[in-house]
């Protein structure tokens, strides 16, 4: 066979190949086409829409608006601390007068006490005797008192700030062990921790301003697990620092919110509040305040001890002036009762607002 025979019976071949893949191409696109519904021909069906069951699954809760009864004569200030004791009294801490006031679940006020001692208020925390402790930014001290407003103790020099053994600047929390020890956020001025025996008598500090490890920027809360974990509201850094007694660093919870307080339930539940995490900005209202000043959401957030969210609330952020019930504005202080019950401490809104927990679903 000559060659010019073979390349014909060679073309002719692929060519034929070519018309069988193209037709069989065309039957696949076809069938495939068929397949589909045609919307025009009303050949489309919807799925079904069950009765979704109406149950409120997540915890939620309501302002109460009548919440606390406060005296006509009594003044409120910014509202930084908030602490519930056993016997689910209400304990706020305001920059006014008294500073100090506590009040039943319904309302009523019980007492209140500190116009001569306490400088300029921070946080408050109740220890496992009753005693009432405060951080007092304004005489650079923490305070401890019997509940009737007697000092019992002065950690720090009054009205002196400085950093060593005796001297504290704008301590901001305070967490108490069980042996009475107590440990300092300290605070505004210094970035450190501060580790006192029961009697007030410096053991050891360990911290430094920096955004490193083992550094702070703005330590803004402290707060004790049962198992004698120290927590540490890192502010400026966004993060959550958890500590052993000694000062080594055991867990880092980063980039989840801003932490300005804490409270921790006796199931160990380590509650947070604050804004979402947000970059530095400076607002001329507010010229070199710390970070998330002013905040842009305002949250309330559940940890277990191993640092994963449990539960989060969102709060809506008050306007200045203008704030509502159940607006939060600047969101500083947490504190929960034994029914589950929500206190919160502000301090543009100037208030302590109790929310009620939503019953269990049945």
Not at 165 to 170: I, L, S, V, Y
Request: aromatic share 10%; net charge neutral; with cysteine.
């Amino acid at each position: 066979m000559h060659d010019h025979s073979v390349r014909s019976l060679m073309l002719a071949s692929v060519i034929t190949g070519l018309f069988c893949f193209q037709a069989s191409a065309q039957e696949k696109s076809n069938s495939k086409t068929a397949a589909q519904p045609d919307a025009s021909a009303g050949l489309m069906q919807k799925g079904k829409t069950p009765d979704y069951p109406r149950r409120n699954m997540s915890p939620s809760y309501e302002v109460d608006p009548a919440w606390p009864q406060k005296p006509n004569g009594f003044q409120w200030a910014a509202m930084p601390g908030i602490a519930v004791d056993d016997k689910d009294q209400i304990w706020i801490f305001t920059r006014s007068t008294p500073p100090i006031q506590v009040y039943t679940p319904e309302g009523k006020l019980v007492r209140a006490w500190g116009d001569k001692t306490i400088g300029s208020a921070h946080h408050i925390k109740i220890d496992h005797e009753g005693n009432v402790w405060v951080a007092d930014i304004g005489f650079h001290i923490i305070r401890k008192f019997n509940p009737y407003g007697e000092i019992l103790l002065t950690i720090g020099t009054p009205g002196v700030p400085g950093e060593d053994e005796t001297h504290m600047d704008k301590p901001t929390d305070m967490a108490i062990a069980p042996n009475g020890d107590v440990f300092v956020s300290d605070g505004y001025g210094n970035n450190r921790v501060v580790h006192f025996d029961a009697t007030g008598k410096f053991i050891k500090a360990w911290g430094q301003m920096g955004t490193g490890p083992d550094q702070f920027s703005l330590p803004h809360a402290i707060a004790m697990d049962s198992k004698g974990r120290l927590y540490v509201a890192d502010r400026n850094n966004v993060r959550v620092q958890v500590y052993n007694q000694e000062g080594k660093l055991l867990d880092s919870w980063s980039d989840v919110i801003v932490p300005w307080g804490f409270w921790v339930t006796p199931k160990d539940e380590v509650w947070v509040c604050g804004p979402s995490p947000m970059p530095w900005r400076e607002d001329p209202a507010y010229p070199g305040a710390p970070l998330s000043c002013p905040p842009r959401d305002q949250l309330v957030m559940k940890f277990d001890t191993s640092g994963r969210v449990r539960q989060l609330w969102t709060i809506p952020k008050g306007e200045d002036g203008k704030e509502k019930p159940g607006d939060v504005n600047w969101l500083h202080a947490v504190a929960l009762d034994s029914k589950g019950n929500m206190y919160l401490g502000d301090i543009i809104g100037k208030r302590a607002q109790k929310f009620v927990r939503s019953p269990e679903p049945k």
